[in-house]
């Protein structure tokens, strides 16, 4: 097996644009995803002698940019802990239909959609939008979560939460992901 070697003086052009990507689609922040870009290279020149050459130099820089957005969302989860969300309760309180959707808040039906006109790249952006516009500590679970595909455990952990307070911030980001794509994506 062929070892890789380290080329510090190439990561900018040869690696730059795609960690400033991945770090931007999950920070939703140019100059957030700016820092962390540079930060990962600073982590990464420091780190040299600790590089086996086992993967390749791109995999090696975004693993260390995950970890750095790991910290960033675990940091901001400390300091600011999830406050009441703003969005009304899209669910019955009481009655006999209690924790059924109330019907004008409920989801609106796709099926009507013909897949083929979905324009992938508008429901892309309108996507990203929808996750910047989340607050910090439901985006950061999201992240870390779905596009990340952490374990649940582990992201409690580098969250500091518990499972249940988990499952309530990433189901209230998915409730405030599916009512940001309907107002902007369902309604053309």
Request: hydrophobic share 35%; aromatic share 10%.
């Amino acid at each position: 097996m062929q070892k890789h070697i380290l080329e510090p003086n190439k990561w900018l052009s040869n690696h730059g644009d795609y960690l400033l990507n991945y770090a931007f689609s999950r920070l939703s922040s140019r100059e957030v995803a700016e820092d962390m870009m540079q930060d990962t290279f600073m982590s990464a020149l420091k780190a040299q002698p600790n590089f086996r050459g086992d993967s390749s130099e791109q995999t090696w820089l975004i693993a260390i940019l995950k970890r750095k957005i790991i910290d960033y969302y675990r940091k901001k989860s400390t300091q600011n802990e999830l406050t009441e969300s703003k969005m009304s309760n899209p669910f019955r309180d009481t009655g006999f239909l209690e924790g059924h959707w109330e019907k004008s808040r409920g989801p609106k039906d796709w099926s009507d959609r013909d897949p083929n006109s979905m324009h992938q790249k508008e429901f892309q952006a309108i996507l990203e939008e929808c996750i910047s516009s989340l607050p910090e500590k439901l985006r950061g679970v999201f992240i870390l979560k779905i596009m990340e595909e952490m374990e649940s455990e582990d992201v409690c952990k580098e969250l500091n939460c518990s499972a249940s307070n988990f499952w309530v911030i990433l189901h209230r980001a998915r409730l405030r992901l599916r009512e940001c794509i309907e107002n902007n994506w369902l309604d053309e």
